[in-house]
């Protein structure tokens, strides 16, 4: 008897991406990987976007699911919703990504045996391991601003990682149980530092594979002041918080 192929579910966070969508769906379609899903997590843009999705959902070369959501209220939320959807839909593994090409789709089935092969609890898709990059017309100034950032997280988290900030990760399903990922507070890009900090509170693993970061080709950047503002202030609160660092109970 032959054994099925995990699930990997792809949760696409978009916020007026409607050129993007389609095309990372197509990146993602020529991996054919086994059981590869998509779950579109759509917070009401009015570009259009949430239709653009429904239609792939009904025609796409892979099974595409949405998630309509009514707000607009930060990435980190509408991660934490489509990372919940796709437990509840029976997702093996969860591929975390942006919906505006930055993130190399062929970067994943590495990360996607990396995360199968060792103890890896979850794997980050690095812009700072041997063999990452970030894009070639990034600003001198961004450079600084990320290489800075991540010196900031590890110094006051000890994650002991090269890119704490990183958006592309793949996760166990069950490493998002076991950290809880629905009581997950931080939003913006301090979602991302507060889930590592989750995952090596509780004795977990974190593995790291290269990429090559590239920049936004269409629309816009959701960078915004708040963002970095909250970035800057999360991970003094997460290491004097209790609650993040003591294990969860694991939701059935």
Do not use: C
Request: charged share 20%; glycine share 6%.
């Amino acid at each position: 008897m032959e054994s099925v192929a995990p699930k990997v579910t792809v949760v696409v966070p978009t916020y007026n991406e409607r050129d993007n969508l389609p095309k990372i769906v197509e990146l993602l379609a020529a991996l054919a990987i086994p059981n590869l899903h998509v779950l579109v997590v759509d917070d009401n843009s009015p570009d259009g976007t949430g239709e653009v999705a429904d239609t792939l959902a009904q025609s796409g070369p892979i099974p595409v699911g949405v998630l309509h959501r009514t707000v607009k209220d930060g990435l980190g939320r509408a991660y934490v919703a489509g990372m919940t959807r796709a437990l509840s839909e029976g997702a093996d593994i969860v591929i975390q990504m942006d919906a505006d090409l930055s993130h190399p789709t062929e970067a994943i089935p590495r990360m996607v045996e990396t995360l199968t092969t060792t103890d890896a609890a979850v794997v980050l898709g690095s812009r700072y391991v041997a063999g990452g990059a970030v894009a070639s017309d990034w600003p001198w100034h961004r450079k600084a601003l990320s290489a800075w950032a991540n010196f900031y997280v590890n110094a006051i988290l000890r994650l002991r990682v090269k890119d704490a900030t990183a958006g592309f990760k793949a996760w166990h399903a069950d490493t998002l149980r076991a950290i809880d990922v629905e009581g997950v507070q931080s939003n913006g890009y301090a979602f991302q530092v507060e889930m590592n900090y989750r995952v090596v509170q509780r004795g977990m693993t974190i593995a790291e594979v290269p990429i090559r970061f590239e920049e936004r080709t269409d629309g816009v950047s959701k960078m915004s002041l708040a963002v970095q503002l909250e970035s800057a202030r999360v991970p003094w609160k997460l290491r004097f918080s209790r609650d993040a660092a003591q294990p969860s109970r694991v939701r059935g």
